[in-house]
């Protein structure tokens, strides 16, 4: 029903080649152009994790001088977030929203070319500026002055890379919340929609409410740095502790940008998968919406130790821990949605549920960074490191793995490597552990962050982490030749792949997706 | 495009693209302008005239296209949307700037002047406008009963007269319409001139610059953003006075004035924000 597939011959006055892609207003291209740029970028950053994790295989200092190594760790950080995870989930918004709410296309076609064209000036920028005079960037991701104040060339075009990256955030949130409250198929109500556009709505709204907010910190560096203000300068009466707030105010909120879309994907693939409905469907959509709204209220636990007055630290910590309860919410309903469920372990429930363990580990241990005084021990250390890739990388990340491998079907039309796709999974979860894992030791026993050299006694983890890096660098390439192996052939998906999927695309659409999908709208009862 | 929603959807456009170059020229010259390497101005310029022939053929487009009855009331409901919702992400960059100047006002001048601090900036005393305890040049403070309290009457008068031109615009008084337009825009054209005057002003007599300190930066940047947004607006209300001239716009569908009348009244709403806590406190 409701497809239409190229009767209206469109094929003849589209172009072809690169100019296909230059000017496509087809969101299923624009989509496959996230994706594939995310993809790009996920070994742009990870070819600077594996030099850092190089670098520190051992103690003292190998292949990076310490500059060298700071500008690693910063482009790292930069292009893992603003390059690989945002614009993945942007992809997977332009993939999936349109086909799941029954609309045609985005609100806004030509719009939605944009926030995609800009985000290679943006890598271009991050990626030259190692090689003008002075360096990239190396003030760490968060750019706080007085670093970011200072520095060369490459400062100011990391900066203007930030500005580029948020002006492709602010359209394409725009136009997301556009096409999720305007384009839905008529009788699809709010609290019919699958949870994954829920997930990409409220992650909108954080967008367009943090970016501008992260625009104009930025501003306010470019200008102390080339036009003599001081807003971050104590001489003139700034502050550079003003940055932080400032920076985490956007922060905060976008380490929940990250992950709410892939709370998203993990409540259709454990539902799939699990052959029931999502336990707590209404509990789940005001657990991600109370999860959003917090997030605009704890900034400052990222600066503890910064200083500030001790009812701030208590209402941070206070607000910071808040933040467990409606996540709590979300993982007791995954668990309950599982119960009893006949589950099957395809690659996606693999992922979903590695997501599940490890994303929980990397909350508690957010919990443990939130109390003050247990902040003040490990603040700028390993564990802190090890924290936050448990959320992005075995959480954001497999999310990703998740979502890709439970749609690549619907995509090309073809089944992707299930034995590989396990492989891929096994060698991700124990080649992550081993990187990762160790370094909550190495961080409670003081091993400072950002550092290209080490005391002795923490030579045996490193390696262990460093051996756990590239062993998960190497598995991530085993998931570019499942990708291109199930974009060129294999088994014929069927059109519903997955017996227990419920969404619009399975229900509604062939495999592959034609490449207009939902002209006339399907009526959702 | 689509004919079974009739939701409009275009065909390839090249201007995204066109977009995007403009902004590699952009970015490229500004971070070589301002590390004083050559061809740094030559490219930013590109860049900008680039930007503004994409700026005249996309939204011209647009335009078209609406004026050829394209966008129904569903896409008409989008542009609502997505118009809100870009004034609002507009609101949260000027947030940043207002937040600092609180900040610098509230918190980080007072603990400057603190007795803990007495070591490291000895005499400085705090208190508000200051240039902070390290910049010893002197300023006067723009004060707000002259050339800001005149602006503030021109931009809330500006409000009312984009409003007459909207419900003459809504009664099909196509003369009205374009006499109020214009009213607008003449008023949006003061401001700018006395804004201008005011800067030069600063500079010249008061001594007061972007490099004096807090004052100098919260002054200039958050005025400066203003005076940048208000130029926006004058641009785009200009637009619109032409597609007046050549007969767009109908009595029921006429989006392009009303998101322009938006922004309109969103630039006049942070000016009084800025005329209270810039200004007058």
């Keep these: ?525 | 495009m689509s004919q079974g929603t009739g939701y409009y959807v275009p065909s390839p456009s090249k201007w995204p693209i066109i977009g995007s170059t403009a902004l590699l020229f952009m970015a490229f010259g500004a971070a070589f302008t301002m590390s004083k390497l050559p061809l740094g101005y030559g490219l930013l310029i590109t860049g900008l005239v680039i930007l503004a022939f994409l700026i005249y053929g996309w939204f011209r487009e647009v335009a078209l296209e609406s004026e050829a009855g394209k966008y129904k009331a569903k896409e008409d409901k989008s542009f609502r949307w997505s118009m809100g919702w870009f004034i609002f992400s507009e609101v949260m960059f000027f947030a940043s700037f207002f937040g600092a100047l609180f900040y610098m006002r509230v918190l980080s001048v007072p603990w400057l002047a603190g007795s803990e601090q007495e070591l490291l900036w000895p005499g400085f005393a705090g208190g508000w406008p200051t240039a902070g305890p390290g910049f010893d040049e002197k300023f006067t403070p723009m004060g707000a009963w002259g050339i800001p309290a005149i602006n503030t009457t021109l931009l809330l008068t500006s409000g009312v007269t984009i409003t007459l031109a909207h419900w003459a615009l809504k009664k099909n008084d196509r003369g009205a319409l374009k006499l109020w337009l214009f009213a607008t825009i003449a008023l949006g054209l003061t401001f700018l001139g006395f804004q201008i005057y005011e800067y030069g002003h600063a500079y010249a007599e008061l001594n007061l610059k972007l490099t004096s300190g807090a004052y100098g930066s919260t002054f200039f940047m958050l005025t400066g953003f203003h005076g940048f947004h208000v130029t926006v607006g004058t641009i785009m209300l200009i637009a619109i006075f032409f597609r007046c001239l050549n007969g767009h716009f109908k009595p029921e569908h006429h989006f392009g004035f009303e998101g322009v009348a938006w922004y309109w009244h969103f630039v006049d709403v942070v000016w009084l924000g800025l005329f209270i806590f810039v200004y007058l406190l």
């Design chain 1, 1 to 525: 029903m409701a497809v239409i597939q190229d009767v209206h011959g469109h094929a003849h006055d589209h172009p072809t080649g690169i100019m296909r892609w230059l000017t496509t207003t087809n969101h299923k291209d624009i989509g496959t152009l996230y994706l594939c740029f995310s993809l790009a970028m996920l070994f742009v950053g990870g070819f600077l994790a594996m030099g850092i994790r190089a670098e520190l295989f051992m103690p003292g200092i190998q292949i990076l001088e310490p500059e060298v190594f700071n500008s690693f760790t910063t482009l790292h950080g930069l292009i893992m977030v603003f390059g690989a995870v945002m614009p993945a989930w942007v992809g997977f918004a332009n993939w999936q929203i349109p086909l799941m709410i029954g609309a045609p296309d985005m609100a806004f076609a030509r719009l939605n070319n944009w926030s995609f064209w800009l985000l290679p000036i943006a890598a271009l920028l991050l990626i030259t500026s190692f090689f003008v005079p002075g360096g990239a960037a190396a003030g760490g991701w968060t750019f706080y002055p007085p670093l970011s104040t200072q520095g060369g060339m490459g400062t100011d075009m990391m900066l203007f890379a930030v500005h580029v990256f948020g002006m492709s955030s602010i359209m394409g949130s725009i136009n997301i919340i556009t096409t999720i409250l305007n384009m839905r198929a008529p009788g699809l109500t709010l609290m019919k929609m699958p949870m994954f556009v829920w997930g990409w709505l409220i992650t909108a709204y954080l967008l367009v409410l943090v970016m501008p907010v992260l625009a104009g910190a930025v501003t306010m560096v470019l200008t102390d740095r080339n036009f003599g203000t001081s807003f971050f300068n104590a001489a003139g009466g700034g502050d550079p502790v003003m940055f932080q707030h400032i920076f985490w105010f956007f922060g905060h909120p976008e380490v929940y940008i990250m992950i709410l879309p892939a709370f998203g994907v993990i409540s259709e693939v454990i539902a799939t998968f699990s052959r029931k409905p999502l336990f707590g469907y209404t509990s789940m959509v005001y657990a991600i919406a109370a999860i959003a709204l917090l997030s605009c209220f704890v900034w400052a636990h990222h600066m503890f130790t910064a200083g500030m007055p001790v009812t701030g630290q208590l209402f941070f910590m206070y607000a910071t821990m808040l933040i467990g309860v409606p996540t709590g919410v979300k993982v007791f309903n995954w668990t309950a949605t599982m119960w009893r469920g006949s589950m099957t372990f395809e690659t996606p429930m693999l992922f979903a549920i590695g997501f599940i363990v490890l994303f929980v580990i990397g909350g508690f241990s957010g919990v443990v960074c939130a109390v003050v005084p247990i902040d003040v021990q490990v603040q700028d250390t390993y564990y802190v490191i090890a924290h936050f890739h448990y959320v992005l990388v075995s959480g954001a990340l497999f999310a990703l793995f998740s979502g890709a491998y439970y749609w690549l079907p619907k995509w090309t039309g073809h089944m992707y490597d299930e034995t590989l796709g396990k492989w891929h999974f096994w060698l991700s979860m124990i080649f992550f552990n081993m990187a990762f894992f160790v370094q909550h030791f190495l961080g409670l026993a003081g091993m400072p962050r950002r550092i290209p050299d080490y005391a002795l006694q923490f030579a045996d983890f490193n390696m262990i982490s460093s051996i756990g890096a590239f062993g998960f660098g190497l598995t991530q390439l085993l998931f570019v030749y499942i990708v291109i192996k199930c974009v060129r052939g294999g088994e014929k998906a069927a059109d519903k792949t997955w017996e227990g999927a419920t969404t619009l695309e399975w229900t509604h659409l062939p495999s592959p997706a034609p490449y207009h999908s939902f002209e006339t709208p399907p009526v959702v009862k």
